[in-house]
């Protein structure tokens, strides 16, 4: 009998991980090296709003300077990031604003989500299941569920999703293809159910100065609001669902009066 493997993951899956992390390195070195020889040491993922707003200090006159290189950079960052569920792309978010006001930062942000998420997606139905079963077991259950349940109005409750705070994006982007949510669907709830958030977040960076926490941005209003929108992209699957009963309640009585 062979040895029970503790590691979820084979030494070929392992290596396809590894291979993705060389391709997002060689492309940042790509972008690193094409900048002029300066002092770059301030460039890190930031983790606090102080260092986000550094951050930006040191990068508002190299986005005028070397635009291509800054969006290229910054899309491949928040990528990776989205990838690999490395937490702290709402302040990516919030830079996008900082840098390229609301209608090109939210149109990058869009973007680069939407590709990340499609990268994590694909990435996971490579080799997440065995991380996806061990990491979040109840969690995974309950999606596959609520996805099998609603099959026929499933672009609905993906967009529900994703407007709203009900499942985490990254658990959204990770179990998708593990429940079986179809990639096209995936794709079009993520790009048009991310806009909402995206504006509300990158409208913010452009007051950066002014925020004092993460809370800031999500006021009541605003959660209100992106709830609202998800009630409203929801609808059609409750309405559809309550239209199957009453067909069904009606053949039910044609039968019994037949009979």
Known sequence: MGKARNFPLSSTEVGMVFGLLGIFALGLSGVYFSMPAEDYSFLKL???????????????????????????????????????????TIFMSLLAGALFGVIRGVALVVFAATAGASSCYFLSYLVG?????????????????????????????????????????TFINFASPIVDVPYHIFFFATLVGLIPAAYVTVRAGIALGELRSLGDLYDFQSIATLFFIGIVSVTPTLLSKNQSEEESNNRSETLIKSN
């Open 46 to 88: 930031p983790r606090t709003l102080e260092e986000l707003k550094i951050l930006r200090d040191n990068l508002e006159s190299y986005t005028s300077d070397y635009t291509i290189q800054v969006l290229v950079g910054y899309c491949m960052v928040y990528i990776f990031m989205q990838t690999f569920m490395i937490p702290g």
């Open 129 to 169: 299941r065995p991380l996806a079963v061990s990491l979040w077991p109840d969690k995974l259950t309950f999606f596959q569920a609520q996805v099998a349940k609603r099959r026929q109005k499933l672009l609905n409750y993906m967009l529900f999703l994703r407007v709203t705070p009900t499942l985490p994006n």
